[in-house]
């Protein structure tokens, strides 16, 4: 359907470090569900981009390997409108716990509302990522992103909590080149906690939280990204 999302935990940090009382569906719910239509006979084609992975949904029937350079296949169909709740069955690593998946059912009608709603999403982003940006757009932008995705480990006044997560305040990359720090959100670092935002967040969003950084907790460098920049950069890449 020339749809595409990426699915994240949604269980708050705070429940998980025990501050908090754990809701319903703790570990085993996410911000952006996968969305399929009832009565449809749907295939699966799954694989990783890091290590070996299993997506498991007990109700389907399916459990699939998720396995880098492979590409394993699985179907289903449904009948019944509903969520449907599954997690990784692969020892994955130290996060194995922490990767659930939802699927929630439509009927057919409703499921057709989802898709054209993703569809007008999607042309109103390609609207946000050709507009002219400015500095005050981006960073206000940007701030909701860091407090989003980056602020668990990089902390609220980009302090970090070093060794494990360096401090953006001050940092060498942070307040460096343009293309270094570009760089780093969109491959993250191999290896290390820092993933690659590239495929994760769109143009606008990398754009905004790069240039959030270089000007948030007295990094006041007075320059910005734009998204046709990260756009560029998303094209180069995929050549
Ligand atoms: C799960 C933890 C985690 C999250 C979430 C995270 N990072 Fe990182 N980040 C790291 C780690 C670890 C490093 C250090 C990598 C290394 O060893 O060089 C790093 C490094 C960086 C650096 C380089 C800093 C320096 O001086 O070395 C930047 C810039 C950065 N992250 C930006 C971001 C942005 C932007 C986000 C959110 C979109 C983000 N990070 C989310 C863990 C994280
Ligand atoms: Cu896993």
Redesign the pocket.
């Known amino acids: 359907q020339d749809v595409e999302f990426f699915s994240n935990l949604a269980t708050p940090a705070e429940q998980i470090h025990n501050k908090e009382a754990k809701g319903e569906h703790y570990l085993l719910e996410v911000d952006k569900p996968l969305v399929l239509p009832t009565g449809a006979k749907v295939r699966f084609l799954v694989t990783s981009a890091d290590v070996i992975h299993s997506w498991w949904v007990p109700a389907f029937a399916v459990k699939r390997d998720a396995i880098p350079g492979f590409v394993n296949e699985a179907w289903t169909r449904v009948d019944k409108p509903g969520i449907y709740r599954g997690q990784c069955a692969e020892l994955c690593g130290k996060d194995h716990g922490f990767m659930p998946i939802v699927v929630e059912v439509k009927e057919k009608a409703d499921y057709e509302t989802w898709l054209a709603e993703r569809k007008a999403e999607a042309a109103q982003l390609k609207e946000l990522t050709s507009k002219d940006w400015t500095l005050e757009e981006l960073k206000e932008r940007g701030d909701k ?2 407090h989003t ?2 602020v ?3 902390q609220a006044e980009g302090q970090g909590l070093p060794p ?3 401090a ?1 305040k001050g ?4 307040t460096g080149p343009i293309k270094d ?1 570009l760089s ?2 969109f491959h993250g ?1 191999p290896g ?4 690659a ?1 590239g495929k994760q ?1 769109s143009e606008v969003d990398i754009a905004a ?2 240039t959030y ?1 270089r000007n948030a907790w007295g990094n006041n460098k007075g320059d910005m990204v734009t998204p046709k920049e990260v756009l560029e950069l998303k094209q180069a890449e995929s050549k």
């Open positions: 992103v860091y995705a980056c668990a480990c990089h494990m997560f360096p953006l940092s060498k990359i942070a720090h780093i959100v670092k290390t906690a820092m993933a935002f967040l939280v790069v950084e």
